[in-house]
Nanobody, 119 residues
Framework: QVQLVESGGGLVQAGGSLRLSCAASGRTDIMYHMGWFRQSPGKEREFVAGMYWRGGMEDYADSVQGRFTISGGDANDTVSLQMHSLTPEDTAMYYC????????????WGQGTQVTVSS
């Protein structure tokens, strides 16, 4: 129904920046909210940032507040995550996910893009 494809991951030095993108396709008309999550080895997946698909209500995890910015939405079917002041603790596989109108949670997930921050 909804396909999500992440891009923009890579290797960056501590203090650097990266911009992740998530391109949505398919039934984007049913999408309600978008989120970025991350998971590193041995840790549970955690919420990073989220927003309404049609814009607004941006929300961030405390650990990234002030460093990461989520933007985009239905205007071009892409949601981005701009990341600044990266630290090795930000190293993880980053996933974008989408929730649907009338539903709960995030039933749609991308395959993920790896972010590695070297010290």
């Amino acid at each position: 129904q909804v396909q999500l494809v992440e891009s923009g991951g890579g290797l960056v030095q501590a203090g650097g920046s990266l911009r992740l993108s998530c391109a949505a396709s398919g039934r984007t008309d049913i999408m309600y909210h978008m989120g970025w999550f991350r998971q590193s080895p041995g840790k549970e997946r955690e919420f990073v940032a989220g927003m309404y698909w049609r814009g607004g209500m941006e929300d961030y995890a405390d650990s990234v507040q002030g460093r990461f910015t989520i933007s985009g939405g239905d205007a071009n079917d892409t949601v981005s995550l701009q990341m600044h002041s990266l630290t090795p603790e930000d190293t993880a596989m980053y996933y974008c996910a989408a929730g649907r109108i009338g539903g709960s949670g995030y039933p749609f997930w991308g395959q993920g893009t790896q972010v590695t921050v070297s010290s």
